[in-house]
């Protein structure tokens, strides 16, 4: 009997060493993994800009050899201030030769509000508020009486673009941001 209660003794050592291992071995894998998972977690909340622009353009029939009112604007209809930008396309770049742009009674773009850039873009020099107009890129085109009949049937588009204005210094600056350059 004697090396029963021996053996039971023994057996029951054995269990509690082995609930005891268990429970250690459970205690260094928990703490190993807190170890391993440890870190801070903050979470970064932004919207992306809501730019909008709308063209606002006054235009007549263009007629070779009379002045003919053109006047390309862009609108801010976002949410936020914004640069704008423009370019002047041609559907056919040969009519250029053939093409006046005027400012009022000047002839040429308007410099004064808009600056043109090393890329071809011409960067309007002021913020655009939300709800404001730009001033117009120009006013009056003429087209040349001379200008080719293959040459007459071209367009000229304006196109403008924007990016919000918060953060920098002027709109070259922006638009490069935006590019990623």
Same mark, same amino acid.
């Given at each position: ?16 060493? !082995? ?6 071995? #459970?205690?260094?894998?928990? !703490? ?41 604007? #862009?609108?801010? +209809? ?16 040969? #009519? ?14 308007? +410099? ?16 655009? $508020?939300?709800?404001? $107009? +730009?001033?117009?890129?120009? +006013? ?36 490069? !941001?935006?590019?990623?350059?």
């Amino acid at each position: 009997m004697n090396r029963r209660r021996s053996a039971d003794r023994i057996i029951m050592a054995l269990r509690i060493i !082995a609930v005891l291992s268990f429970v250690l071995l #459970a205690m260094i894998a928990a !703490a190993a993994g807190a170890y391993l998972a440890d870190g801070d977690r903050q979470e970064n909340r932004f919207s992306v800009g809501n730019n909008k622009l709308i063209i606002d353009e006054t235009y007549e029939i263009v007629e070779p050899g009379s002045k003919t009112v053109k006047k390309p604007q #862009a609108e801010n +209809t976002g949410k936020g201030d914004c640069y704008v930008r423009g370019r002047v396309i041609l559907s056919d770049s040969r #009519a250029e030769e053939y093409l006046e742009y005027y400012m009022g009674e000047s002839s040429g773009m308007n +410099t004064t509000d808009w600056k043109i850039g090393e890329d071809g873009w011409f960067y309007y020099q002021n913020i655009l $508020k939300t709800g404001e $107009k +730009t001033s117009p890129v120009f +006013t009056h085109i003429q087209l040349q009486e001379n200008i080719p009949d293959m040459l007459k049937d071209f367009t000229i588009d304006v196109l403008f673009e924007s990016v919000q204005s918060e953060g920098f210094a002027d709109a070259h600056e922006a638009f490069i !941001a935006a590019a990623g350059e």
